[in-house]
């Protein structure tokens, strides 16, 4: 369809949708527009009087493939490209819609550029797309996206090498620009809970240890911050590690109490802050006993997480990142005659 076509779909202001509501429908600012219709060419054909933008159907259409590619990661120059062709195709859908040229490398880095909105720096090029739709507040493709990556990295790696990283890049913008962007903080950490809760139900898993003490985990008393145990818990599901998940800012009396009564494996603290972390609850949940006289267990307590001060928890086992950690705590379990047990 030509730029004259396009044209004639809309002879009057009121045939065109302006760029306010347009922007309001797609999900992005009307400046994000403007500069795509600057720098790409990608805007109305239809000009009213007073050089009002007035966007017809196939402009729409247009701008509508350029929000999706974007979101994919696919660099804004080159979504432009394909988003031009396509707006000028009468075969809407077509070969040319998703050429193959375009996909991106499962590993490539790419520093945030242009459209995203976030400082995200050099990161992994899935980063980018999943920026751009936690910016624009595109659920439906933040849920798309995120679960593509879990399923073509795993688990480890799209927490580690994508979730996190974004995440980070959207508290930056957050703390750098007053009460802004809090909406898309709530709006992305929402779909990653929910990505993780999902993960160990719909991808291939092991077999539960049917018969093994849990793996409890808790945030300390007056942390909100659980995503991190939530990734652990669903890489521990996915390793059939049975975890009993208490989450966020779980008041000490709380903790204790199911220690007690599930007689646990392990213990893992998440502390964000230094102000959260308790080295003495730490050392009085490795403290508690159960068990028969003679054959009374203690839990293997994990403090997590930046908050807790290295020389403070001295006799504490430590972990880097999720990897570490589920491998330290997968391997408190043994195999002894087809039943298994914490050792």
Not at 84 to 112: F, I, K, N, Q, W
Request: with cysteine; net charge positive.
């Amino acid at each position: 369809m030509s730029a004259e076509s396009r044209s004639a779909e809309g002879t009057s202001a009121d045939a065109g949708m302006t760029t306010g509501a347009l922007a309001r429908r797609l999900g992005v600012s009307p400046t994000t527009l403007r500069s795509w219709d600057r720098r790409y060419g990608i805007g109305p054909a239809l000009r009213a009087e007073g050089r009002h933008r007035r966007w017809a159907p196939s402009d729409i259409a247009m701008v509508e493939e350029m929000c999706r590619l974007t979101a994919t990661g696919v660099p804004p120059a080159e979504a432009a490209r394909v988003a031009l062709r396509y707006g000028t195709s009468d075969l809407p859908g077509g070969p040319e819609r998703h050429p193959a040229s375009l996909a991106p490398p499962a590993t490539a880095v790419r520093s945030g550029g242009v459209g995203s909105g976030l400082p995200l720096g050099e990161v992994r090029q899935e980063c980018r797309g999943l920026a751009r739709a936690a910016v624009r507040l595109d659920a439906p493709e933040l849920e798309r996206q995120l679960m593509a990556t879990v399923e073509r990295h795993g688990l480890t790696v799209a927490w580690e090498e994508v979730m996190v990283p974004t995440l980070h890049a959207v508290g930056r913008k957050w703390e750098s620009s007053g009460d802004r962007y809090v909406e898309v903080e709530h709006l992305l950490s929402w779909h990653v809970s929910s990505t993780l809760r999902v993960t160990p139900l719909l991808l291939p898993r092991a077999e539960p240890l049917t018969g093994a003490d849990p793996v409890v985990l808790a945030c300390t008393p007056g942390e909100q911050h659980s995503l991190p145990l939530e990734a652990l818990t669903a890489a521990l599901v996915e390793r059939g590690v049975p975890t009993r998940m208490l989450g966020a800012a779980v008041p000490a009396e709380a903790l204790l109490a199911c220690v007690r009564r599930t007689g646990p494996a392990a213990v893992v603290l998440w502390a964000q802050a230094r102000s959260t972390a308790s080295v003495p609850l730490a050392r009085h949940v490795a403290g508690l006993e159960w068990g028969a006289a003679g054959a009374r267990g203690r839990p293997l307590v994990l403090p997590a997480g930046p908050g807790w001060d290295r020389r403070a928890s001295t006799g504490f086992p430590r972990c880097a990142g999720l990897r570490e950690a589920v491998e330290t705590l997968a391997g408190l379990y043994e195999n002894d005659g087809g039943h298994v047990r914490a050792r």
